[in-house]
């Protein structure tokens, strides 16, 4: 088997007992990406001279006496939007195309602190607004299981880079559905934990109360694995949660037997691709005959969660991105005057979508409509909210389609934001209400293209959607399948 | 809704970007008709309903004032696209 395949656990096991070592796991990898880059085109930089010492340094640390921590010489593709000391971090935006981050973000120190290997950056939609990778500033992803179509998005980078085997794992971010989207669309596993689980100091920010860090994997078990080493909270981001983390590992292999699962009507509907609804429906029967006892639960305001998402997200960017104006990083055009420079620098370094969402937001938040748009999707929120609070009264986990389609073509939905903003109508509301939500790969479109299954849990319990996720995957075979590249 | 072309050239002020005249056209159309889309918010009667400030219920949170040392101010400036000595430069701000 070529090493480029292994998975976390597999590569830890080879790696202590010193059947492989760190370097020629990474060699690996680096000749994975020479022979598949050029046509899936994963990242926006590769660290293939850095990740040769940090595999280097693994290496003499595993041969030196002493357990190894989990992602001791592991290689990890990480999203461009997360801050690496030293390395450029540009969120695919033209206006961060030379910024080089003077600190670490707190989840690539902690992997730092394990000693894991990085591959490389991960390209992304620009600041990661966008559900196709197509929004990048400076390239477009292709999905591995068809060149012709999007891999997902806004972590479209990281999705491809696992499912192509041009990593071991990645870390994506979610704020709408930006891990689980493109890990359904590319057929691997996404997680997007409880808001507030991991930290988020040093990702660069786009909506603040919706954006959480999370593992892509091609596994449950490596989900489990990378999120002990993100999860807990950290003193340098106020929002991440003062509860301690378990060990995620631990839920695995558990009995699912008697644990209800919750169906709503409402991600049932007119729209969704026939071929995504029969792959749910088979997972959902899978489940049941492992024990799972499916209910009929409903989330009656799922119809306005794209709205009410796009009102709060484009608002908090839109003020989040005030700080791109020429004069601390990246890009600056010049001016006259200072406002001429900042005007000059944010029009020609921002991507259409970004000033789309700029100027959703900033009309949101301004004079006269602050009540009637912004106001109003804080109060649905909580509406939102409640609907799973309801649900989670009488069911432990919710399972749902991921996405309503497969893998679209490219540029298929460039041209229509709308049609695009709505292709995340299953993944929205878990940002919106908190709690933490994975996708898994549950069949095949005739076309060949992946589908997956989204678990919903409550918030904080990432170890029941673990469970039933790891349960499911152990009885299908789903992912062990690998795009012919 | 049809948002006037007057309304996206103050709005785009506010943001601080330049829009070309296609720009104005096409984020014209397009706002028009994202926003009629969230219009469909106010079917909902949100009266006596809490807006949601947060997810999690998590208050203030304060923190130990423990002297540390911060970001050395070359390496807070190691990107700044002008600078000279602790400053950042920036284009004439005073007539």
Same mark, same amino acid.
């Given at each position: 088997?070529?090493?480029?395949?292994?998975?976390?656990?597999?590569?830890?096991?080879?790696?202590?007992?010193?059947?492989?070592?760190?370097?020629?796991?990474?060699?690996?990898?680096?000749?994975?990406?020479?022979?598949?880059?050029?046509?899936?085109?994963?990242?926006?930089?590769?660290?293939?001279?850095?990740?040769?010492?940090?595999?280097?340094?693994?290496?003499?640390?595993?041969?030196?006496?002493?357990?190894?921590?989990?992602?001791?010489?592991?290689?990890?593709?990480?999203?461009?939007?997360?801050?690496?000391?030293?390395?450029?971090?540009?969120?695919?935006?033209?206006?961060?195309?030379?910024?080089?981050?003077?600190?670490?973000?707190?989840?690539?120190?902690?992997?730092?602190?394990?000693?894991?290997?990085?591959?490389?950056?991960?390209?992304?939609?620009?600041?990661?607004?966008?559900?196709?990778?197509?929004?990048?500033?400076?390239?477009?992803?292709?999905?591995?299981?068809?060149?012709?179509?999007?891999?997902?998005?806004?972590?479209?980078?990281?999705?491809?880079?696992?499912?192509?085997?041009?990593?071991?794992?990645?870390?994506?971010?979610?704020?709408?559905?930006?891990?689980?989207?493109?890990?359904?669309?590319?057929?691997?596993?996404?997680?997007?934990?409880?808001?507030?689980?991991?930290?988020?100091?040093?990702?660069?920010?786009?909506?603040?109360?919706?954006?959480?860090?999370?593992?892509?994997?091609?596994?449950?078990?490596?989900?489990?694995?990378?999120?002990?080493?993100?999860?807990?909270?950290?003193?340098?981001?106020?929002?991440?949660?003062?509860?301690?983390?378990?060990?995620?590992?631990?839920?695995?292999?558990?009995?699912?037997?008697?644990?209800?699962?919750?169906?709503?009507?409402?991600?049932?509907?007119?729209?969704? #691709?026939? %071929?995504? $609804?029969?792959?749910?429906? /088979?997972? &959902?029967?899978?489940?049941? !005959?492992?024990? @799972?006892?499916?209910?009929?639960?409903?989330?009656?305001?799922?119809?306005?969660?794209?709205?009410?998402?796009?009102?709060?997200?484009?608002?908090?960017?839109?003020?989040?991105?005030?700080?791109?104006?020429?004069?601390?990083?990246?890009?600056?055009?010049?001016?006259?005057?200072?406002?001429?420079?900042?005007?000059?620098?944010?029009?020609?370094?921002?991507?259409?979508?970004?000033?789309?969402?700029?100027?959703?937001?900033?009309?949101?938040?301004?004079?006269?409509?602050?009540?009637?748009?912004?106001?109003?999707?804080?109060?649905?929120?909580?509406?939102?909210?409640? #609907?799973? %609070?309801? $649900?989670?009264?009488?069911? /432990?986990? &919710?399972?749902?389609?991921? !996405?309503?389609? @497969?893998?679209?073509?490219?540029?298929?939905?460039?041209?229509?934001?709308?049609?695009?903003?709505?292709?995340?109508?299953?993944?929205?509301?878990?940002?919106?209400?908190?709690?933490?939500?994975?996708?898994?790969?549950?069949?095949?479109?005739?076309?060949?293209?992946?589908?997956?299954?989204?678990?919903?849990?409550?918030?904080?319990?990432?170890?029941?959607?673990?469970?039933?996720?790891?349960?499911?995957?152990?009885?299908?075979?789903?992912?062990?399948?690998?795009?012919?590249? | 809704?049809?948002?006037?072309?007057?309304?996206?050239?103050?709005?785009?002020?506010?943001?601080?970007?330049?829009?070309?005249?296609?720009?104005?056209?096409?984020?014209?159309?397009?706002?028009?008709?994202?926003?009629?889309?969230?219009?469909?918010?106010?079917?909902?009667?949100?009266?006596?309903?809490?807006?949601?400030?947060?997810?999690?219920?998590?208050?203030?949170?304060?923190?130990?004032?423990?002297?540390?040392?911060?970001?050395?101010?070359?390496?807070?400036?190691?990107?700044?696209?002008?600078?000279?000595?602790?400053?950042?430069?920036?284009?004439?701000?005073?007539?």
């Amino acid at each position: 088997m070529e090493l480029f395949r292994l998975t976390v656990a597999e590569a830890r096991k080879l790696l202590d007992k010193r059947e492989i070592s760190a370097t020629e796991l990474i060699n690996s990898v680096y000749r994975r990406i020479d022979a598949v880059e050029d046509r899936v085109r994963a990242f926006i930089t590769l660290t293939k001279g850095q990740a040769a010492g940090m595999a280097r340094n693994a290496g003499t640390k595993i041969k030196s006496a002493g357990p190894s921590s989990p992602m001791l010489g592991v290689p990890f593709a990480v999203k461009d939007n997360m801050c690496t000391k030293g390395i450029l971090t540009t969120c695919a935006s033209k206006i961060l195309f030379n910024f080089t981050p003077p600190y670490e973000s707190t989840v690539t120190s902690r992997l730092n602190d394990e000693g894991y290997v990085l591959v490389g950056k991960t390209n992304m939609d620009e600041f990661a607004m966008g559900s196709s990778t197509e929004n990048s500033g400076f390239h477009v992803t292709r999905n591995p299981w068809d060149l012709k179509r999007i891999p997902g998005g806004s972590s479209g980078g990281s999705a491809a880079a696992v499912a192509a085997d041009e990593c071991i794992a990645a870390l994506g971010s979610d704020t709408g559905g930006s891990i689980r989207q493109p890990a359904a669309l590319c057929g691997v596993v996404g997680m997007k934990p409880t808001y507030g689980r991991v930290s988020r100091y040093g990702l660069v920010a786009f909506a603040s109360s919706l954006d959480q860090i999370g593992p892509i994997t091609k596994d449950v078990r490596d989900s489990a694995l990378l999120l002990n080493s993100i999860a807990g909270h950290d003193p340098l981001d106020s929002t991440s949660a003062p509860v301690s983390a378990p060990d995620f590992t631990a839920a695995l292999g558990r009995d699912i037997k008697g644990l209800r699962i919750g169906i709503p009507g409402e991600y049932f509907i007119e729209g969704i #691709d026939p %071929e995504v $609804a029969r792959a749910v429906r /088979d997972a &959902i029967r899978k489940l049941e !005959s492992l024990g @799972a006892v499916p209910v009929e639960v409903s989330l009656p305001h799922t119809g306005y969660a794209v709205a009410t998402y796009y009102v709060l997200a484009t608002s908090e960017a839109s003020s989040n991105l005030a700080r791109y104006d020429g004069v601390k990083y990246g890009f600056r055009a010049e001016g006259k005057d200072l406002m001429e420079m900042y005007m000059k620098t944010r029009s020609q370094g921002f991507g259409a979508e970004v000033k789309r969402r700029i100027m959703l937001g900033t009309y949101a938040l301004s004079s006269g409509y602050y009540e009637a748009y912004y106001r109003k999707a804080l109060q649905v929120r909580t509406l939102i909210k409640k #609907d799973f %609070e309801e $649900a989670f009264k009488s069911v /432990d986990v &919710i399972v749902t389609p991921t !996405s309503p389609s @497969a893998a679209f073509k490219a540029g298929e939905k460039a041209d229509d934001p709308l049609q695009m903003y709505l292709s995340d109508i299953f993944t929205i509301s878990v940002n919106l209400a908190g709690v933490p939500a994975l996708s898994v790969p549950c069949g095949f479109t005739p076309d060949n293209l992946p589908v997956g299954l989204q678990f919903i849990g409550k918030h904080f319990d990432e170890e029941s959607v673990l469970q039933l996720a790891y349960a499911y995957e152990q009885a299908t075979d789903w992912h062990k399948r690998d795009p012919d590249l | 809704m049809k948002i006037k072309k007057g309304e996206i050239e103050h709005i785009a002020v506010l943001a601080r970007l330049y829009l070309s005249e296609e720009e104005k056209d096409l984020f014209g159309s397009q706002l028009s008709s994202i926003l009629g889309y969230m219009e469909n918010l106010n079917k909902l009667d949100t009266e006596d309903i809490e807006p949601a400030s947060h997810v999690l219920s998590l208050h203030n949170v304060m923190r130990d004032d423990i002297p540390a040392l911060s970001l050395p101010g070359a390496e807070a400036l190691m990107n700044a696209p002008s600078s000279t000595e602790k400053f950042y430069r920036v284009p004439k701000i005073i007539e």
